[in-house]
């Protein structure tokens, strides 16, 4: 029903920047939220940013003022500008996706896509 397909990540040096974009392929149905999670090795997966087709966003506490998600409704597309990169923000970040119901609903990943940042 969705399938998202990630890319941006890569290797970048502390202090630079990256943007990482995830589209939903398939088009098919309306999402609601989609955003973007984190994993680092030997860690629970966590939050980063998610925002809704009405444009309302929610950020975790570490990377508030340094990362921005924006969002086309119409391409379905989400996109992550990371700023100010650390070193503790290297993991595998995965794309998420909400659908808007009520039928069908559901929540879908992408396969993830690797984020290092050396210091």
């Known amino acids: 029903q969705v399938q998202l397909v990630e890319s941006g990540g890569g290797l970048v040096q502390a202090g630079g920047s990256l943007r990482l974009s995830c589209a939903d392929s398939?088009?098919?149905?309306?999402?609601?939220?989609m955003g973007w999670y984190r994993q680092a090795p030997g860690k629970q997966r966590e939050l980063v940013a998610t925002m809704t087709s009405g444009g309302r966003t929610i950020y975790g506490d570490s990377v508030k003022g340094r990362f921005t998600i924006s969002r086309d409704n119409a391409k379905s597309t989400v996109y992550l500008q990371m700023n100010s990169l650390k070193p503790e923000d290297t993991a595998v970040y995965y794309c998420s996706a909400v659908l808007s119901g009520p039928v069908p609903s559901g929540s879908y990943w992408g396969q993830g896509t690797q984020v290092t940042v050396s210091s």
């Open positions: 398939r088009r098919l149905f309306s999402i609601n939220v």
